[in-house]
């Protein structure tokens, strides 16, 4: 199956510097790229879909000014959270599909963000 | 808003024992549904599906799912569990509108205790 490599796996930053996170596709072309987040006990969140070369489309409540998403070729999109809050601490995970969106996701093996 | 539901947030068995996990959604149109797991320190991966046919599906390492679309219902079922079933499971819909969006229920953790 496809194989999505997501890093960094783990990063600490302080309060207020910014942080990117990448996820790569390694054996096929995403032209999709789904970005979640999970806070403890809590579901998988979407909080946007990237589509290569397209602004990405934010889920109500997302600040896209705060989550950047780039998605500028179709093997790397990546997620920037621009002045990072001790709120923005969670696990963010990248997803995509081989097809056009309502198959089966394949996903990286998420970052854990804590902010200090 | 659409929203899906795991009724355990953990479950401990015996090995041996059998396992049903509960999975309800909100949402009344086609969906396509999807059971997920994560092994300790392995990614999110794919157990099994339903798009649409028969609505029991059976998945890898003898896992199964019914689909019973009257109660918004698609629950996970193994007849007897290992050891190495341990593991967070997560259940997922996928509408057929506005734009292909996953949602997932919060995961249920399964020890197995050998």
């Known amino acids: 199956g496809a194989v999505v490599s997501q890093h960094p796996s783990w990063v600490i930053c302080k309060s207020g510097t910014s942080v990117k996170i990448e996820c790569r596709s390694l054996?096929?072309?995403?032209?999709?790229m789904f970005w979640y987040r999970q806070f403890p006990k809590q579901s998988l969140m979407l909080m946007a879909t990237?589509?290569?070369?397209?602004?990405?489309?934010?889920e109500q409540g997302v600040e896209k000014d705060k989550f950047l998403i780039n998605h500028a070729s179709l093997t790397l999109s990546t997620l920037t959270v621009t002045s990072a809050h001790p709120e923005d601490s969670s696990f963010y995970i990248c997803?995509?599909?081989?097809?056009?969106?309502?198959?089966?996701?394949?996903f990286g093996s998420g970052t854990q963000l804590s902010v200090l | 808003a659409q929203s899906v539901s795991q009724h355990n947030h953990h479950v401990i068995l015996s090995e041996a024992a059998s396992l049903e996990l509960g999975c309800n959604y909100s949402y009344g149109g086609t969906v396509n549904l999807f059971w997920y797991v994560q092994y300790p320190g392995q990614h999110l991966q794919l157990l099994l599906k339903?798009?649409?046919?028969?609505?029991l599906v059976k998945g890898i390492k003898g896992f199964e799912a019914e689909f019973i679309k009257s109660k918004f219902s698609f629950n996970l079922r193994k007849p007897s569990v290992q050891w190495s079933d341990t593991a967070e499971y997560f259940c997922?819909?996928?509408?057929?509108?506005?734009?292909?969006?996953?949602?997932f229920g919060a995961g249920t953790r399964l020890f197995v205790k050998a």
């Open positions: 990237s589509n290569e070369g397209s602004k990405a489309t934010y």
């Open positions: 997922a819909v996928t509408p057929f509108t506005g734009g292909f969006k996953t949602i």
């Open positions: 054996d096929f072309q995403a032209t999709t």
């Open positions: 997803a995509t599909t081989e097809g056009n969106g309502n198959e089966k996701l394949f």
């Open positions: 339903y798009f649409s046919g028969d609505p």
